[in-house]
């Protein structure tokens, strides 16, 4: 996995203020966070062999991601330390009632990350069969990856977040893109509104050279289209604590799934439940265990 790592200061707020507005916070907290490491970590609950590459700033939150790293599940990790570029971090409000979040992101250290940074680390990229990357770390360097990966024989797996129109010229290069509805509208320049606006704009970024493409649709579960098949996942039912870090849980269970050997049906339901239980706790990065997804499936029949 190419990622990012970034310190996540999350405030809960009874609800998102207006313009120009001050409310009082009910709660603040700080997580390790950055889409990277967030869906290392729910890979790594499932399966045990990720190896995780991610550049932090020698500062106290590069320190903090070096002492989170090491206590989490992930197979193993490549850390790259840079004095002269602050580590990446995070502002997200984060709603009590309903769990919706908004987020500003400072990529920091994340979009600093140089071509023989990833070349000193080719040999575990030579090794994998899965690669998955986000669009958090400089875009550059996420397409020269992809490209790397595609000529070491890997799967590629791509979540398209934050969504950059830079990567257009590399989803013919992508097996399975994993976009959320907005980033589904910004790659398709269709609006989703309905399932069926939604099957129209999956079948668009297929046309546009994506092999496999999963749609993540919040509560409205999943949507599935390789060109052929296209199969609706409902949501499963959850109670919603924290939403942020819930695409992540999907796309790093649903990589891992893949990787351990599963159907990509299987993968997708595993995945819709996986991330049910996430955003059952709160900050990004903490995943649930995989032992919690088999009960969850067999109460909701899937």
């Given at each position: 996995?190419?990622?990012?790592?970034?310190?996540?200061?999350?405030?809960?707020?009874?609800?998102?203020?207006?313009?120009?507005?001050?409310?009082?916070?009910?709660?603040?907290?700080?997580?390790?966070?950055?889409?990277g490491?967030?869906?290392?970590?729910?890979?790594?609950?499932?399966?045990?062999?990720?190896?995780?590459?991610?550049?932090v700033?020698?500062?106290?939150?590069?320190?903090?991601?070096?002492?989170?790293?090491?206590?989490?599940?992930?197979?193993?990790?490549?850390?790259?330390?840079?004095?002269?570029?602050?580590?990446?971090?995070?502002?997200?409000?984060?709603?009590s009632?309903?769990g919706?979040?908004?987020?500003?992101?400072?990529?920091?250290?994340?979009?600093?990350?140089?071509?023989?940074?990833?070349?000193?680390?080719?040999?575990?990229?030579?090794?994998?069969?899965?690669f998955?990357?986000?669009?958090?770390?400089?875009?550059?360097?996420?397409r020269?990856?992809?490209?790397?990966?595609?000529?070491?024989?890997?799967?590629?797996?791509?979540?398209?977040?934050?969504?950059?129109?830079?990567?257009?010229?590399?989803?013919?290069?992508?097996?399975?893109?994993?976009?959320?509805?907005?980033?589904?509208?910004?790659?398709?320049?269709?609006?989703?509104?309905?399932?069926?606006?939604?099957?129209?704009?999956?079948?668009?970024?297929?046309?546009?050279?994506?092999?496999?493409?999963?749609?993540?649709?919040?509560?409205?579960?999943?949507?599935?289209?390789?060109?052929?098949?296209?199969?609706?996942?409902?949501?499963?039912?959850?109670?919603?604590?924290?939403t942020?870090?819930?695409?992540?849980?999907?796309t790093?269970?649903?990589?891992?799934g893949?990787?351990e050997?599963?159907s990509?049906?299987?993968?997708?339901?595993?995945?819709?439940?996986?991330?049910?239980?996430?955003?059952?706790?709160?900050?990004?990065?903490?995943?649930?265990?995989?032992?919690?997804?088999?009960?969850?499936?067999?109460?909701?029949?899937?």
């Amino acid at each position: 996995m190419l990622g990012s790592f970034n310190l996540d200061v999350v405030t809960e707020v009874e609800r998102f203020p207006s313009v120009g507005e001050t409310i009082r916070a009910i709660s603040t907290g700080f997580y390790p966070g950055g889409k990277g490491a967030n869906q290392a970590a729910a890979a790594s609950e499932i399966n045990s062999r990720v190896h995780l590459f991610v550049k932090v700033g020698d500062d106290s939150f590069g320190a903090d991601a070096e002492k989170y790293f090491s206590t989490t599940k992930t197979g193993s990790y490549t850390l790259i330390k840079d004095i002269s570029v602050k580590t990446g971090s995070a502002l997200v409000m984060v709603e009590s009632l309903t769990g919706n979040n908004s987020i500003i992101i400072d990529q920091g250290a994340n979009a600093t990350i140089t071509k023989a940074e990833i070349l000193s680390d080719i040999n575990n990229l030579k090794s994998a069969k899965v690669f998955l990357t986000q669009l958090e770390n400089n875009i550059d360097i996420t397409r020269f990856t992809i490209d790397i990966a595609k000529m070491c024989g890997c799967y590629v797996i791509l979540n398209p977040a934050p969504y950059s129109e830079n990567i257009m010229s590399h989803l013919s290069s992508v097996d399975l893109l994993t976009p959320n509805g907005t980033e589904a509208e910004l790659i398709s320049d269709i609006k989703i509104s309905d399932l069926h606006s939604a099957e129209q704009a999956i079948r668009a970024i297929h046309r546009l050279g994506v092999k496999e493409i999963v749609m993540t649709l919040g509560d409205n579960g999943a949507l599935y289209f390789n060109g052929t098949t296209m199969k609706h996942y409902s949501a499963i039912n959850a109670s919603v604590v924290d939403t942020s870090g819930a695409g992540d849980a999907f796309t790093g269970s649903l990589a891992a799934g893949l990787v351990e050997g599963k159907s990509m049906d299987e993968a997708i339901k595993f995945a819709v439940a996986y991330a049910s239980l996430a955003v059952e706790k709160k900050g990004a990065s903490s995943m649930p265990s995989a032992n919690s997804v088999g009960i969850r499936l067999k109460k909701d029949c899937m």
